[in-house]
């Protein structure tokens, strides 16, 4: 039972343009919403957090927004810059387990 | 730099035996989680510990198993390797009601 679900394995996206990386999810109980971003032969690294109660928080270039009746998360990230090539994951926690989607590799085109 | 060191960072091991992967834990966080990633998967919850006991176990078996020290260091603990445990292996340290956990650069096993 997949809680976590990225689709789209893969994005390109030319710089300086808006990246927009989507997630589903299926259980109800999470209570934060994480995206951690992956580059080879390192751990994830945590990018933004949204508590299940807010609709939208924002760092800088990246912006997340949940759609709870959707059951529907969404990372913005603008402008796209060719550091942002990586894997991105998006991930649901309840209490201190966090369930990770299978990621999506965003690659920057110059 | 998120303060959680793995150790070793690559491990080969023959199907059968037995290895424990380390972990340091950042500075005053208390909760520490394992993680298994096998390639092209997001990474997969073994289980959590918290003031020196597990707290949450995801869906391996009972050859995993882990400790956590006083120092809230942690080890995790594989028997009869597999040819499947390969994987890099991921720790995790957070406080509790925090809405992160920050990822060590995990430990590459290799199971021949």
């Known amino acids: 039972d997949q809680q976590v679900k990225q689709n789209s394995p893969s994005l390109s996206v030319q710089e300086g343009r808006i990246s927009i990386l989507n997630c589903d999810y299926t259980n109800s109980m999470f209570d934060y919403f994480l995206w951690y971003k992956k580059y080879p032969a390192e751990g994830p690294t945590f990018l933004i957090s949204i508590s299940s109660i807010k609709d939208k928080n924002e760092d800088g270039r990246f912006t997340v927004f949940l759609n709870k009746s959707a059951k529907h998360l969404s990372l913005h990230i603008v402008p796209s810059q060719p550091g942002d090539s990586a894997v991105y994951f998006c991930?649901?926690?309840?209490?201190?387990?966090?369930?990770f989607g299978k990621g999506t590799r965003l690659h920057i085109l110059p | 730099e998120t303060g959680v060191t793995q150790s070793p960072t690559h491990l080969i091991k023959t199907r059968g035996q037995q290895v424990t992967l380390r972990c340091s834990s950042q500075s005053g966080h208390n909760t520490v989680s394992w993680y298994q990633q096998a390639l092209g998967q997001g990474p997969q919850f073994i289980f959590q510990?918290?003031?020196?006991?597990?707290?949450g176990r995801g869906n391996f078996p009972p050859r995993f198993s882990g400790l956590q020290f006083p120092n809230y260091s942690s080890e995790l603990n594989v028997n009869a390797l597999e040819l499947d445990d390969s994987a890099l292996y991921l720790c995790?340290?957070?406080?509790?009601?925090?809405?992160?956990?920050?990822f060590g650069q995990g430990t590459r096993l290799t199971v021949v």
């Open positions: 995790a340290s957070s406080l509790p009601g925090t809405g992160s956990s920050f």
């Open positions: 991930a649901g926690r309840r209490g201190d387990k966090i369930i």
């Open positions: 510990y918290y003031r020196e006991e597990e707290n």
